[in-house]
């Protein structure tokens, strides 16, 4: 059974840094993973897919890398923003199975 | 407690046709959710219902598609007529909005949607 978690579990920084999320999971056969973001009583939005076969994906200040035989993939933020403060979700996609999402970290981003 | 449940699990209609699927929330819950999977692509958010009244729908992707929730416990979405670009997964979740903080929304299993 397929088991996701994330790290850090809450996260402050100042406006301006650089900061990386954690995704892990425990089965590596994966078809793709996405990471959302979450803002309270909002639907996900969907910011970067990484498909199985690829090791990262880019959009804007957004980088995701996915190490698929160690079970990870970390997202990772430049420049951080006050605007870039709520939950980021991942979400691993099990072939056909239904997907699995991890608990979530929240990040908050001080002007 | 029953979760989040979807219905058909599967779906397979000619381009033209009509399909109605089906999502009946976590009991309680106002908030629902409808998403989309197109195949093998990113899951995508369609619109978002807080007890019967349409909070936003800024992914609905076309006029083709109407989601209705009658009395603000299940939903609905109907999709007339289908085109082979609507062939995916349709993922409804639920929530209970939290106190100024993240909710946890739950997912259905998804139907499975194939237009031929």
């Known amino acids: 059974k397929q088991e996701v978690t994330q790290i850090p579990a809450a996260l402050s920084v100042p406006e301006g840094e650089n900061l990386v999320l954690n995704c892990s999971f425990t089965?590596?056969?994966?078809?793709?993973l996405q990471w959302f973001r979450q803002d309270p009583g909002k639907g996900l939005t969907s910011l970067l897919l990484?498909?199985?076969?690829?090791r990262e994906q880019t959009s804007g200040r957004l980088n995701a890398s996915l190490d698929k035989s160690s079970g990870r993939s970390t997202l990772y933020i430049a420049a951080s923003q006050p605007g870039d403060s709520a939950t980021y979700l991942c979400?691993?996609?099990?072939?056909?199975?239904?997907?699995?999402f991890g608990p979530g970290t929240r990040l908050s981003v001080l002007p | 407690e029953a979760g989040v449940t979807q219905f058909p699990s599967h779906s397979v209609i000619e381009k033209g046709q009509t399909v109605t699927l089906r999502c009946d929330p976590i009991s309680g819950h106002d908030n629902l959710y409808w998403y989309r999977r197109v195949m093998g692509k990113e899951i995508k958010f369609l619109l978002h219902f807080v007890k019967e009244s349409k909070q936003d729908e800024s992914g609905m992707p076309n006029n083709r598609f109407l989601a209705e929730r009658t009395g603000g416990t299940y939903s609905t979405l109907k999709v007339q007529p289908a085109e082979l670009e609507d062939s995916g997964v349709y993922f409804c979740a639920s929530s209970q909005p939290g106190q100024g903080s993240l909710e946890t929304q739950y997912f259905g299993p998804g139907t499975r949607l194939l237009v031929l």
């Open positions: 990484i498909q199985s076969s690829q």
């Open positions: 979400a691993v996609d099990n072939y056909g199975q239904n997907f699995v």
């Open positions: 089965d590596s056969a994966i078809y793709n």
